[in-house]
């Protein structure tokens, strides 16, 4: 199976049921662990990334929040979430098959406080100065629920068996 057209396939059929054109699927040991596209618009949830709905259903699957041993194939260069949800779930490699150049004749998905193509810069300001209104209200309870939880683990800083970089 070309998993690629495979990936290219769902977004298409995305499309034609008033989807976005967005799909990535899974693949471990060769064969598809979990897929999905983008259904943002078909559930009003902004969050309804097709890498973030594929990531659940492969993370539910195999029992973990790790995706080693995986290669993931996204339609498309991740937006600044989905970019994040695959550095957590540390998969062994990402394939986009088009990017945003390529692609922006045809769609834009501009937000409020950012436009893709300026997100990484609008991301690297300090907090008090980006786009989206933010406020820090400092509370030392909070910092105690990080306490509470390195207590809970035998004084570790660090998530037990999470895949590092060295």
């Known amino acids: 199976m070309d ?53 659940r259903a492969a993370c539910t699957k195999l029992g973990t929040e ?27 490699e990402v394939v986009f ?12 998905d501009d937000r409020k406080y950012f436009e893709l193509n300026t997100f990484y810069d609008e991301f690297a300001k300090p907090w008090d100065q980006r786009r989206l209104p933010m406020r820090h209200e400092p509370r030392d309870d909070a910092v105690d629920v990080y306490r509470f939880w390195q207590q809970h683990n035998h004084g570790d800083r660090r998530l037990p068996g999470a895949p590092t970089a060295g």
């Open 3 to 55: 998993i690629a057209q495979h990936t290219i396939d769902l977004a298409r059929r995305n499309v034609e049921e008033g989807g976005r054109p967005f799909a990535t699927v899974i693949v471990k040991d060769g064969a598809i662990l979990a897929e999905s596209a983008n259904r943002v618009a078909q559930t009003h949830d902004p969050t309804a990334h097709a890498e973030i709905l594929a990531i």
């Open 66 to 92: 790790h995706l080693t041993g995986t290669t993931i194939y996204v339609l498309a260069s991740p937006c600044p979430m989905c970019l994040g949800a695959l550095y957590y779930c540390s998969p062994d």
């Open 97 to 108: 098959l088009t990017t945003r150049e390529a692609y922006e004749p045809h769609y834009v």
